[in-house]
């Protein structure tokens, strides 16, 4: 059964930084590319950054580049996000998700999401 599980959300000041992980199981982890997704309540969940199957290549909404690198080893079946200069927009719960297809901003091409880790930014 395939198993997203994110971890490494926490509260953080503004300018601070974190590292979220998407940690896999259950599935052939190298068949898939990985996207973060965010969400805070009353909003639609918002795409956030992809990576390849590979990690080749790499994605980014224009709200968080330069400032998030998404990354992935597929020998450990690990994502990571690295988020720099937080701000408060930045406060959302974070998802990981698995697609088949290539990387795209499209939620409904994601058919496995895992439970979220909570990212709040703030003084």
């Known amino acids: 059964q395939l198993q997203l599980v994110e971890s490494g959300g926490g509260l953080v000041q503004p300018g601070g930084s974190l590292r979220l992980s998407c940690a896999a199981s259950?599935?052939?982890?190298?068949?898939?590319?990985i996207a973060w997704f965010r969400q805070t309540p009353g909003k639609e969940r918002e795409w956030v950054s992809c990576?390849?199957?590979?990690?080749?290549?790499?994605f980014y909404a224009t709200s968080v580049r330069s400032r998030f690198t998404i990354s992935r080893d597929n020998a450990k079946k690990l994502v990571y996000l690295h988020m720099n200069s937080l701000n408060p927009d930045d406060t959302a719960v974070y998802y990981c998700a698995a697609s088949t297809r290539q990387c795209t901003s499209y939620r409904d091409y994601y058919a496995d999401w895992g439970q979220g880790t909570q990212v709040t930014v703030s003084s």
């Open positions: 259950g599935f052939t982890f190298d068949y898939y590319a």
């Open positions: 990576v390849d199957r590979n990690g080749h290549m790499t």
